[in-house]
Each structure stands twice: as structure tokens, then as C-alpha cells.
């Protein structure tokens, strides 16, 4: 995985939203979001004020040593795009960087590690000076095309503004996004670009704050699909190209002619599909909500088949063979791992203590920046992320990474969750580590039997929980040939879990080299197979109806599994493809029948991704409940019914409110705001509440309010703190506009309501303001929707700001 692809920093006052970032999708039904182990958290890097531009020839490389990737030097001579007319050409191509300071250049590729083969790039740094702090991000240009590769403006610009309705359609915005192209990347032709048939991707838009269209163009290589190369543009709603992204790697494509004919790959590939029972998490917000007991595709059978081999290839580049998976239990060791009993969190010192006493922590790293955060697998749990490296060499290389050993550890249980002795150098060591004094090299069934000693050591209930994934030698030895690598699933209730187990690794000796878990808990009532009632013969046809397989290019590698680089290359590939666009991430739920998506917040654009509704035909707020429902803030029930009528509770308008203001609030809940809120960790409202304190929008709340009916006379209460005129309300108390309303002496906070009424939130009924009438589901909707078009009126801005 390449990491730091775009640095966007900034010094002073925090920005609030959250950088887009697409989702690579590896595999048909699985998808496989790769997170960084044991990351290194580096200091703030401070933006310079300085305008002057400096140009570094470098190789590349983040640390030392030659690059992964095999790529030489990179030489400026070779460069047919100067560095100014690079900068120009951005400045061209974003009219917004008339602002921007650069602050350096750069030849080469310096912000990515693994280096990639193309150097003949020019890296732009930007600075931005926004009010009392200082923005900064990066573009690249290729330096032999003068092709745009990236830039994402991330400063802002506008203040407090109106965003909704959008200046443009998003049919007006696919026009722009298509012209830019044709004048950012002169290298392609207008044949060679395709917009692709659907959007998938996690950084679902807010309804407060500004509107953006997010599109993707597939590029056709030869004539057939680059399955990997493709465009990432988004527009925003003024017409404003803020973000694009296009891979930088130039690799070489194999002829599109196959020698296997699509006939007999597809006969392979529907012979070979099998399917497995397991629980799968469903994903919402970035966390896990749901567990769903599933007909999932078993190990492998979904990978592409290779066009010119008729074998299928794995993740590695490696071509499968006919070795079967089996799986054996894992016996029970004489060290087992013990959780700890106190309810009081580990120290950082307490924590790198009890892992510098179970592993191997190379001579001469310290520990250093021990950081204490929510995990980001589980929010419930708390975790030490500690990190032990060398003292730093090369302080004038801004992206050097000193070798470093990283751990990641349950604050309460000081259960080893991750752990890797070599965090930034993948595959072998910079330097070999020195052999344990007297020890011999173990062999492949000595490193299997260690490597389960390990697992009993560091996961509870090993022998009882867990099954040894057995691939054979020759998958398990690593190419350097001094690590074995294992891997084993979880079960509960003699069912497999489905996404994701232990990855365990061990060097020659013995030594604990990787080590992750996946670390969703299984909830304790779900059903086990008795319930099941949708046979093994009947998900595999479903699964095959849904299917066929399309002769396009792939690239595979340009990421890390299990600690180990995997060199990018392009191949010639019959992959399989959806019928149905949406199905690619659904898996077929057991017990019901029905297909169920696993990530809630992925979401279609183009194809009509969000069916409507059944009962808003012809409805009132029709409009203002669809908008809700294209946005994912409103969702309907299984039987398609969106009930508008339905009254809803003070938690819900909460959930509502909050999700149109950050789709992530989960990620940024602050442990300050929990308390202030007065809300317990285990409450299903404890995010949302959370995050409605963080932005100021209510304090302390009884959660027992959570589940009652919201009154109108409550929203109101809730609007004027939103729009931030709650301290105007004692002033507007004996507003005469309060006195109209026939049921006056019913309003126990006029001030409030005055505000709502004043600003058109809400409104009188039939000569009542009826301040204790619950608020329907239509209600909230049209309230929201006039709250969207409320921004840039008032003073201040509604929402992040």
C-alpha cells in the first residue's frame, strides 16, 4: 500500500472536514480496505511562509537503501515539462492557486513508499495563508507528458456562503469534468477516456457544506479496460475542479490478444466457484453496526483468471494452484495469554514494558510519541499505539523514516492487537537481524509449530477460537526465505467469521516478525446454523447468475501483504464483473435469504443506486425525503417503506442533523465531548450525541430523552442552537411575532421559537404554533432541507465550518 500519496497539512486553526479518500477494490465480493499496521504518527510538519522555490533532485526513496520498486535516480535533464511550466500549467488548471505560495519543487517522487518506477515527476508543494493558519498540500505533473497526475485544493475559500441549491447540475458538472480532462492530460485522446458505469466510493457528500460531484473515467488501454487506471475528478457545485488523481506509475500492458478463449474461462471459473457459511460485519460510519450470518464466496474463487495461462492469480501475482485450503485446529500451548483484571488503562511505559517482555525489539530503538486513542477497528476499545526507532540520521529528508518497531496494545487487557518489527521496510530488514546467540534455522513445520505458540501467547482462547489456514510451504515461505507467514480464521459457533483473522509471520529463528488481528467482536446471540435456510446449492446459483467474466487488464502488486512489497504489474485477465452493479458488495444473508450490502455508507451514482422509496409517491415532502434518502440520512425499511409520517424521537433528528453535517462524525467523536455530553460509551446514541456536543449544538443531555418523541417546541429549541442564535433567545422572549400564535401561553420557550419562525424554519399551523405536536419523519425532512438553504444567510456558518 503506497502511503502519503498527498500530504495536505495545515498549521493554526483546524480545517473540520475530512479529505476525500477512495477505496481500492480488491477482489469481486470482498472488499478489501488495506490499513497501515502499527503506523508511525510524525509530528506536524509546519508549513514554511518562505516563497522561495527549491528544486531537489533525489531518488525517492522514504528512508535509505535502494527502492522497492527498482527505480533509478531521477534525473532532471530528462524532463521535457520545466519546473515553471509545470507550475504554470497547475495555476492554468486551477484558477484558485492564484493565492498559493509555492514553497518547493521537487524532481522525483518523495511523498510515497514505496517509491514509484516513474520519477520524471515534478512535486509541487503549496502553501495557502487562510486567516491565522496555513494550509499546504502537493501537486505532480509528469514531467515528460506534461499529463496532470494530482492535486487536491484543500484550503477554504469561501466563508460562510450558500451552497444549496448547486450553480450547476451534476450534468452540467460531467461536461466540465470531461473538458478538464481533455486539457489536464493532453496525452490521452478522447477514445481512450470512458466514464465509468458507476461511482463506487466511502466519502459520501454532506448536505451542509458545500456540494460536490465525484466522477470516475476508466482509460482504455488497446481497446479494452484498464481495470486499475482510471480518473478521479470532483467538481464542486459553483463549477470548480477541486480534486483529481490519476495514477503516476507508467507500467508496461502485455498484447490484448488472449490465448485462452472466454469459453473456457468461463467454464473454469464457474466449476471452481464454491461458497462458505461465515458472519460477515456489516459496516456503517467507518464501524462495524451489524453482524449478518452469511453464503459468502469461498478463498480464491473469485480471483481473475489470467487471459494468457487459464490459471487464476492470486494478490501476489502468483498463480494458483490446485493445493487446496484446509484448516486444522490449533492445540493448546504452554504459554497462554492472561488479560488483565484492573479497570485502570495501562501507562505508555506500562504497555512498551509488557511488549518489550514478549517480543524482539532490535538493539538501539527507543521508545518514542506513545499515543493513547480509540482503536480504529473498535471505538469501544481504548489502545496504546507505541512505536521503538533509531535515532534520526537524515533530519533534512522531509520523508525519511528511521527503522522502527511498532505495537499496538489494549489499554485495559494489554493484549498485543498488532505488532511489527520492521514497520517502514518491507520484506527484509534494512539490515539482517543478528541471530539469536546459539540458535539454528528452523525448518517449515518447526516455524508452523512456533508460529502457533506465538497465537496461544497473544490471543485469548486460541485452541478454542481459532483454525490454522494450512496453504503448504511453498505459499507460507516468503520469497527472501527468512520469515514463514501463517494465517488463521475465527470461529464462533463452529461458524467461520468471514472478514479477516490472524496474520502472523515469524523469522528463521523463531522471533515474531508480523503480527495482526482483526478485531470486530462477533456478538454472542447470533444464529448459528440451525438457523439457515437457504442451502449451499441455492446461494451458488445465485451467485453464478449474478456473474460473468470480462477480458480487461489488471495491475497487481503496488501494495503490501503481510509485510512484504508486492512489485506492481499489469496483467492480461478474464475478470469477473456484476451483472447487477451493486451486487459486487452484497453478500446473500443465510437465514433471510435476501442480499444484504456490507459497507452501509458505499453508495452508486449513475445508475440509480438508491432505489426510492415505496411510499413517497405523490407525498408533500416528497422532494426533501428523497434528497434525505440520496444523502443516506433517511433509510427505508426492508419491505422499501419510507413511513413519512412516522413521528420521530429526539435521537433520531440528532442522527439526522449530524449525519448531514459530517456522513464521519464517528471518526471525530473527542473523549471531551462524550463527557461533556453526559452520554455512556454503550448507548447506540453515544457517536451522534457526542458529536452534536463537539459542535456546540447541545450540552449535557438526560439519555433518556434520546428515546422520546421530539416535540415541535423541542426543535425549535435545537434549530436556534444550531444556527448559533441561541444567546439572541432571551432577547427575541417577548417577541410579538409569539403573541400571534393562539396557543401562546403553551410555548414555555417563546425566544426560541420566535428565531425558528423568524428564519423560516418553521412555521404556524392553522393560527397554532402546537409546540408539544411530535415532529414527523416529512417534518424533519422539509425543516433540514430549509436549514440547507438557510446557509450563507445568516451570520454565522450551520455546521462544520
Known sequence: MKRLKHQVYKVGKSSGRKPSVKLAFLGLIALSVALPQGAAFAEDVAASST???????????????????????????????????????????????????????????????????????????WEVEVENGSYGFSSQVDAITGDLINT??????????SYYPPKITREQALEKAKAFISKAVPSLSVDEVKESDSMFFSDAPTLLGPVNYSFSFSILKNGLTSGFESIYITIT???????????????????????????????????????????????????ISDWVLTWGPASDTTQPINALTGHKINNEGEEITATKVTYSDVPTGTKLFQPRTS????????????????????EGRELRYPNLDQDYQNPERKTWRLRWEEERQNMAEPFYFPAQSSATVDALTGQILEFQIESYNYGEPREPLVAPSGATKLDYEQAKQRALEWVNQLYPQASRDLKLMERGESWSRLSNGEQFRFELNRYVND????????????????????????????????????????????????????????????????????????????????????????????????????????????????????????????????ADLKTLVQYRILEQDDQGNLKPEESITLGEWLTYAVKAANPYYTGYVQASSSAKAG???????????????????????????????????????????????????????????????????????????????????????????????????????????????????TDQSIGLE
Open 51 to 125: 516563497s522561495t522555490t527549491t528544486v531537489v533532485v533525489d531518488s525517492g526513496n522514504a528512508g535509505t537503501g535502494s527502492s522497492i520498486s527498482g527505480n533509478t535516480a531521477a534525473d532532471p535533464s530528462k524532463a521535457k515539462i520545466t519546473k515553471d511550466q509545470a507550475i504554470a500549467k497547475v495555476r492554468e488548471w486551477f484558477p484558485a492557486l492564484e493565492a498559493a505560495t509555492v514553497s518547493q519543487v521537487e524532481y522525483g517522487v518523495n511523498n510515497v513508499y514505496p517509491a514509484p518506477s516513474n520519477q520524471d515527476v515534478w512535486t509541487i508543494q
Open 152 to 161: 487536491y485544493i484543500s484550503f477554504p475559500r469561501e466563508g460562510n456562503k
Open 237 to 287: 457545485g459553483d463549477g470548480e475542479v477541486t480534486q483529481f488523481s490519476r495514477p503516476g506509475e507508467k507500467l508496461d500492458y502485455p498484447s490484448s490478444v488472449p490465448t485462452v478463449s472466454k469459453a473456457d474461462a468461463e467454464m473454469k471459473f464457474r466449476e471452481e466457484f464454491q461458497v462458505e457459511l461465515g458472519y460477515v460485519p456489516v459496516y456503517k460510519n467507518g464501524v
Open 343 to 362: 479497570t485502570t488503562e495501562l501507562t505508555s511505559d506500562e504497555a512498551a514494558k509488557l511488549v518489550e517482555q514478549i517480543v524482539f525489539i532490535p
Open 495 to 622: 461458524i467461520p467469521v468471514l472478514s479477516g483473522g490472524i496474520t502472523i509471520t515469524v523469522d528463521a529463528y523463531g522471533r515474531l516478525f508480523f503480527y495482526s488481528i482483526s478485531r470486530g467482536e462477533v456478538p454472542a446471540n447470533m444464529p448459528d446454523g440451525k438457523a439457515v435456510t437457504v442451502t449451499a446449492e441455492q446461494a451458488l446459483k445465485s451467485y453464478l447468475d449474478n456473474y460473468e467474466l470480462e477480458l480487461q487488464y489488471t495491475q497487481i502488486g503496488g501494495y503490501t501483504i503481510d509485510n512484504t512489497y508486492v512489485e506492481p504489474k499489469v496483467y492480461l485477465v478474464y475478470s469477473p464483473q456484476a451483472k447487477d452493479p451493486s451486487k459486487p458488495y452484497q453478500v446473500l444473508n443465510a437465514v433471510t435469504g435476501k442480499w444484504v450490502t456490507s459497507f452501509e455508507d458505499l453508495r452508486t451514482e449513475q445508475m440509480g443506486g438508491n432505489v426510492e422509496p415505496k411510499d413517497l409517491k405523490g407525498h408533500w415532502a416528497e
Open 679 to 793: 452520554i455512556p460509551v454503550d448507548h447506540p446514541y453515544y457517536q451522534v450525541v457526542s458529536y452534536a456536543a463537539e459542535l456546540g449544538w447541545i450540552e449535557s443531555i438526560d439519555p433518556s430523552q434520546l428515546d422520546k418523541v421530539l416535540t415541535r417546541e423541542q426543535l425549535a429549541v435545537l434549530l436556534t442552537s444550531i444556527v448559533k442564535y441561541d444567546r439572541l433567545a432571551t432577547f427575541y422572549g417577548k417577541d410579538v411575532l409569539v403573541n400571534q400564535f393562539s396557543d401562546t401561553e403553551k410555548i414555555t420557550r417563546p425566544g426560541e421559537v420566535a428565531i425558528a419562525v423568524r428564519l423560516g424554519l418553521l412555521q404556524g399551523q392553522n393560527g397554532k404554533f402546537n409546540p408539544q405536536r411530535p415532529v414527523t419523519k416529512a417534518e424533519a425532512a422539509s425543516i433540514l432541507m430549509r436549514l440547507v438553504k438557510l446557509q450563507g444567510k
